[in-house]
Every structure is written in structure tokens, then in C-alpha cells.
């Protein structure tokens, strides 16, 4: 029992020293550069644009592919 209750001790004090030093970072900085919400729904909107592109493209390959293997 010594045994649990030192580990459950360490991982508390670690845990709370953590979240102390979390705290003085995000006073000392409070803008640690997160990203908004635009830039998110942009990424989002750029990689299914690629994506339908991709797939758009395989899909006409594989249509015509016969026809086009005689060029």
C-alpha cells in the first residue's frame, strides 16, 4: 500500500507542478499563436477541392482508358 500511495503521490505533484507551469506560460504569452477557425475551414476547403480534383481524374482515366491506350 506504501508503494501505491508514493506513485499516486508523484504522479499528482507532477501532474500539478505541469499544470502550474502551463498556467505561467499561458500569462507570461497569452497569445501562443492558435489557430482560427478561418484558416481551419480554409485547409478544410483546399484539401477537398484536391481531393474532388483527384478523384475526378481517376474516374475519367478509368472511363476512357481503352480509348486513350490507341494514341
Do not use: C, F
Request: glycine residues 8%.
Amino acid at each position: 500500500m506504501k508503494h501505491t500511495a508514493a506513485r499516486t503521490y508523484r504522479a499528482v505533484h507532477w501532474m500539478t507542478t505541469r499544470w502550474q507551469e502551463r498556467l505561467e506560460e499561458v500569462r507570461r504569452r497569452p497569445d501562443r499563436g492558435d489557430i482560427s477557425i478561418t484558416t481551419v475551414i480554409i485547409w478544410v476547403a483546399a484539401v477537398t477541392g484536391a481531393l474532388l480534383i483527384a478523384g475526378t481524374i481517376a474516374i475519367v482515366i478509368v472511363k476512357y482508358n481503352g480509348r486513350l491506350s490507341g494514341l
